[in-house]
């Protein structure tokens, strides 16, 4: 944040570390293995409306849209109010891809509730070459926004011999630089 300027989101998976990860992240990620964790979402939920803290809450594996809205209602009966849903895939591939892009999930969420629905095209893929086409079907379903992954254009796929983290999915910096362009031009 110091460096960048940029709000940092970081996951919490423990409801014992929702104040010890609450003093670094701007916005507390509960991920989509810990969407139905009522301990953690209460947890996560009382932190954020005493630190005015944001949550992105990622969907589950295979959600129901009632399990995603009960998921939200969880954090803001806590007091929460900066609560963002984003869909992240489901957990039915073929194969070719991660998980399964649920765009049309999105247009669902967005009919069901006032909160900002974001897609998540880089951990829905797993692979940088469908990064912006999937982007592209999350905004036609009328997604708020987009997760997307960005490593340097540099980016070595090992550093120190340690396999960089979602390497696969992630678009290079100036290749998310002309998408992004291309987006705004279509606006």
């Known amino acids: 944040r110091e460096l960048t300027g940029l709000p940092i989101v970081t996951e919490v998976m423990d409801p014992r570390l929702v104040e010890l990860v609450g003093q670094y992240a701007d916005v507390l990620q509960i991920g989509a293995r810990n969407m139905q964790n009522f301990p953690l979402l209460r947890e996560v939920g009382k932190y954020a409306a005493q630190h005015n803290k944001g949550i992105l809450l990622k969907t589950g594996l295979m959600p129901k849209l009632k399990e995603v809205l009960c998921a939200a209602e969880y954090l803001a009966h806590e007091g929460a109010e900066k609560i963002i849903i984003c869909e992240r895939g489901i957990s039915l591939t073929t194969g070719d891809t991660r998980n399964t892009p649920h765009p049309s999930f999105v247009r669902e969420l967005r009919q069901a509730t006032f909160l900002p629905i974001i897609g998540d095209p880089s951990h829905s893929t797993g692979d940088r070459e469908l990064v912006e086409h999937t982007s592209d079907m999350y905004l036609a379903a009328k997604a708020n926004g987009l997760l997307i992954d960005v490593i340097r254009d540099d980016e070595p796929d090992v550093i120190d011999g340690h396999p960089v ?20 031009k279509e606006k």
């Not at 390497?167 to 998408?179: D, E, H, T, V």
Request: charged content about 30%; aromatic content about 16%.
């Open 165 to 184: 983290c979602d390497y696969k999915q992630g678009l290079p910096a100036s290749r998310f630089k002309a998408y992004l362009k291309s987006l705004r």
